[in-house]
């Protein structure tokens, strides 16, 4: 475990039982609000696509939920593998904002909140721009929300951000190449084959 991080944490968390209590209130809502709203953002995005885009563009709206799937099963499963234990388990009189450490056996490296985070925000931005640049930053606030309440350390954060917006950059591409093939003939009237332009002959 990296000391600097330990120190970090350390650092953020004696910050955050300084700050006033609805700052306490907001921080332990909006760990959990973020994710709900970036997911909102993907939906928008992925409805944009699907209603406006071409085949390629509705087969990539189509991935984008796989890709945060396998993402948050990615970090749950290294999760199992590094079974490292929350940061908040020692002292036993740390005072976080959480108010509660997670039970034992749920494990802190790397963050499933920050994985999913990362992913929302990396599968929006590929869908629409402007819409992927509000998730991003709001992706990073989640992130560095579970250590400013006390369930994460830095390190937990930001390989979770990281191994999320890898997974979901990388794995929706290639999760859509099949699917642009396949839906033109699962659902001719959906997803019509796209004609292609004659090349003009010279004379």
Same mark, same amino acid.
């Given at each position: 475990?990296?000391?600097?991080?330990?120190?970090?944490?350390?650092?953020?968390?004696?910050?955050?039982?300084?700050?006033?209590?609805?700052?306490?209130?907001?921080?332990?809502?909006?760990?959990?609000?973020?994710?709900?709203?970036?997911?909102?953002?993907?939906?928008?995005? *992925? /409805?944009?696509? =699907?209603?406006?885009? @071409?085949? #390629?563009? !509705?087969?990539? +709206?189509?991935?984008?939920? &796989? $890709?945060?799937?396998?993402?948050?099963?990615?970090?749950? *499963? /290294?999760?199992? =593998?590094?079974?490292? @234990?929350? #940061?908040? !388990?020692?002292? +036993?009189?740390?005072?976080? &904002? $959480?108010?509660?450490?997670?039970?034992?056996?749920?494990?802190?490296?790397?963050?499933?909140?920050?994985?999913?985070?990362?992913?929302?925000?990396?599968?929006?931005?590929?869908?629409?721009?402007?819409?992927?640049?509000?998730?991003?930053?709001?992706?990073?606030?989640?992130?560095?929300?579970?250590?400013?309440?006390?369930?994460?350390?830095?390190?937990?954060?930001?390989?979770?951000?990281?191994?999320?917006?890898?997974?979901?950059?990388?794995?929706?591409?290639?999760?859509?190449?099949?699917?642009?093939?396949?839906?033109?003939?699962?659902?001719?009237?959906?997803?019509?084959?796209?004609?292609?332009?004659?090349?003009?002959?010279?004379?």
């Amino acid at each position: 475990m990296p000391d600097f991080s330990v120190d970090w944490y350390r650092d953020v968390v004696d910050f955050a039982d300084g700050t006033p209590q609805p700052v306490h209130w907001f921080a332990t809502h909006f760990t959990e609000g973020a994710i709900v709203l970036l997911g909102v953002l993907l939906v928008v995005a *992925a /409805l944009s696509r =699907l209603r406006h885009g @071409d085949t #390629p563009g !509705r087969a990539l +709206a189509l991935a984008a939920p &796989v $890709a945060v799937l396998f993402a948050y099963g990615a970090s749950e *499963a /290294l999760k199992s =593998l590094v079974a490292e @234990d929350r #940061p908040c !388990r020692t002292p +036993a009189d740390l005072v976080i &904002v $959480a108010g509660h450490c997670p039970p034992a056996g749920d494990w802190s490296f790397p963050s499933n909140h920050a994985a999913i985070a990362g992913a929302l925000a990396a599968t929006t931005l590929l869908l629409h721009r402007r819409i992927g640049l509000v998730a991003v930053p709001l992706a990073v606030l989640a992130a560095v929300s579970r250590t400013f309440i006390g369930v994460h350390y830095p390190h937990d954060v930001a390989a979770g951000l990281l191994l999320g917006a890898l997974i979901g950059t990388l794995l929706t591409p290639l999760v859509a190449r099949p699917l642009t093939t396949a839906l033109p003939h699962l659902f001719p009237r959906l997803f019509p084959t796209p004609t292609p332009v004659p090349t003009p002959t010279r004379r």
